[in-house]
C-alpha cells in the first residue's frame, strides 16, 4: 500500500487544518488507518485512528475534542480534521495503514505495516 499525505502548513494558533491520506490500493477498505506525529526532538506518537468500517474511533487524550478522524472508502482517502490548534502540535504527521478486523483500532505503530511521507504542521503562537 502506497499512502501519500498532504494538507499540512502554517497555522497561527487557534486555527484549523485538514489532512488527507490518499491509499493507492483497491483493498485500501479492509485497513485500519491511523495517524501518527513526531515532534522535534520527541519521540513518534500516536494521534488517532479509524476503523476500516469506520464505526470506530480512538484519538490521544491531547487531541480529543480538537482533532477528527473520517475516512471515505470510495476515495481511498483518510482524513484529519485538526481545529483549535496548539503551539504543541507542531510536528510532522505521518498516516498509517494495517490490516485488521472491520471494528479494531490501532494504537501502535509496530502494528501498522505501511507508512506514507509525512506532512508538515507548524504552528505559530
Known amino acids: 500500500v502506497q499512502l501519500q499525505a498532504s494538507g499540512g502548513g502554517l497555522v497561527q494558533a487557534g486555527g484549523s487544518l485538514r489532512l488527507s491520506c490518499v491509499a493507492f490500493?483497491?483493498?485500501?477498505?479492509?485497513?485500519?488507518m491511523g495517524w501518527f506525529r513526531r515532534a522535534p526532538g520527541k519521540e513518534r506518537e500516536f494521534v488517532a485512528a479509524?476503523?476500516?468500517?469506520?464505526?470506530?474511533?480512538d484519538y490521544t487524550d491531547s487531541v480529543k475534542g480538537r482533532f477528527t478522524i473520517s475516512r471515505d472508502n470510495a476515495k481511498s482517502t483518510v482524513y484529519l480534521q485538526m481545529n483549535s490548534l496548539k503551539p504543541e502540535d507542531t510536528a510532522v504527521y505521518y498516516c498509517?495503514?494495517?490490516?485488521?478486523?472491520?471494528?479494531?483500532?490501532?494504537?501502535?505503530?509496530?502494528?501498522?505495516?505501511?507508512w506514507g511521507q509525512g506532512t508538515l504542521v507548524t504552528v505559530s503562537s
Open positions: 498509517a495503514a494495517g490490516p485488521a478486523p472491520p471494528t479494531t483500532v490501532i494504537v501502535t505503530s509496530r502494528d501498522y505495516d505501511y
Open positions: 490500493r483497491r483493498t485500501f477498505s479492509t485497513y485500519v
Open positions: 479509524i476503523s476500516w468500517s469506520g464505526g470506530s474511533t
